[in-house]
């Protein structure tokens, strides 16, 4: 449901009128697993739209909480605007309404960010990731800033995307709980992985109607227990009912299964972010016979050593023979 809001800055003491329609802010996100998908590519590296919808298809049969694609995960980077679209539109459809989409922006300039908001609320999406620009590193105020513009604009409310090692710059749990009481930013994904500063993010955030979700397996679980949302998930890609089922478990306070699935799979979570993600993710669906595991240069295919270790773990817990 959208609403007609008036006070668009009311979180830095500025009443300013608007003309834009923003989701009202009810904690609108869904607790649970989000998969960041990855892309697949034929072997000559053109987009093999057969294996998206393959996948896609995948993700709604397993109940996955929401789809994630064109991340670092989904090789967004490596992309033109004209294949960036065709994933959105192929993704959209065939999610068909019974699971979100939310693709990331990955973008550095405000200008195109702002037109790759345009064109996914455009294609029916229902929220939109956005990366903290990268290698120009901003101020804090200027990332601030950054999230505030693409808020105002955007007709579908924003997630944000943190992850330092990948971009240079990080929301700290303080600059987070600032955009955090912006009407129309809803949730982060926090790519830090160490749980003092999650569970600042979710101390710092508790009084406002927005979900703290973690970018790295291995902390799902504790993440939740911590009273986070859940997580945005790389191996959702290949066990997506298990992550669904994990997360799901923790949510609704089934702390003991919860664990025992984080301890099962944790191996495979670790396997997962091998050597650059998605290389290990992609060897594991084309071991699986789901996609043939092509990648992008410069990204290259996993190690033969690290594939060696991913199979036996993958088998081990019965995912391929």
């Keep these: 449901m959208q609403i007609s809001i008036l006070i668009i800055n009311k979180y830095n003491n500025k009443y300013e009128t608007s003309n834009y329609y923003f989701y009202k802010k009810l904690n609108i996100m869904k607790k649970g697993a989000y998969t960041l998908l990855i892309t697949p590519f034929k072997e000559d590296l053109s987009l093999d739209e057969e294996a998206l919808r393959r996948l896609v298809r995948r993700q709604v049969e397993a109940g996955i909480h929401g789809i994630a694609p064109l991340g670092v995960t989904g090789e967004n980077t490596l992309m033109d605007e004209k294949e960036v679209k065709r994933v959105v539109q192929i993704i959209v459809e065939e999610a068909n309404g019974k699971t979100p989409v939310m693709p990331d922006i990955c973008g550095m300039r405000l200008d195109k960010s702002l037109d790759r908001v345009k064109m996914y609320a455009n294609l029916g999406v229902d929220y939109i990731v956005s990366y903290?620009?990268?290698?120009?590193?901003?101020?804090?105020?200027?990332?601030?800033?950054?999230?505030?513009?693409?808020?105002?604009?955007?007709?579908?409310?924003?997630?944000?995307?943190?992850?330092?090692?990948?971009?240079?710059?990080?929301?700290?749990?303080?600059?987070?709980?600032?955009?955090?009481?912006?009407?129309?930013?809803?949730?982060?994904?926090?790519?830090?992985?160490?749980?003092?500063?999650?569970?600042?993010?979710?101390?710092?955030?508790?009084?406002?109607?927005?979900?703290?979700?973690?970018?790295?397996?291995?902390?799902?679980?504790?993440?939740?227990?911590?009273?986070?949302?859940?997580?945005?998930?790389?191996?959702?890609?290949?066990?997506?009912?298990?992550?669904?089922?994990?997360?799901?478990?923790?949510?609704?306070?089934?702390?003991e299964k919860a664990r025992a699935i984080h301890i099962e799979y944790y191996p495979l979570f670790e396997a997962l972010r091998f050597e650059t993600n998605p290389m290990a993710a992609k060897k594991a669906l084309e071991l699986m016979g789901l996609i043939n595991g092509s990648l992008r240069p410069p990204l290259t295919p996993l190690s033969e050593g690290k594939t060696e270790i991913l199979k036996c773990i993958m088998k081990e817990r019965g995912l391929i023979q």
């Design 132 to 255: 903290t620009p990268c290698l120009i590193l901003p101020r804090p105020e200027g990332l601030i800033n950054y999230y505030e513009k693409l808020a105002d604009a955007s007709p579908v409310p924003i997630i944000l995307h943190s992850a330092k090692s990948r971009t240079g710059v990080e929301l700290t749990p303080e600059m987070t709980a600032i955009l955090a009481k912006h009407p129309n930013i809803v949730a982060t994904k926090d790519g830090n992985k160490q749980l003092d500063h999650l569970a600042k993010v979710i101390y710092l955030t508790r009084d406002e109607n927005f979900d703290v979700f973690t970018g790295k397996d291995t902390t799902a679980y504790p993440t939740v227990a911590f009273g986070g949302s859940g997580s945005f998930t790389v191996s959702g890609n290949v066990i997506p009912e298990v992550m669904k089922k994990m997360v799901d478990f923790a949510v609704n306070g089934e702390n």
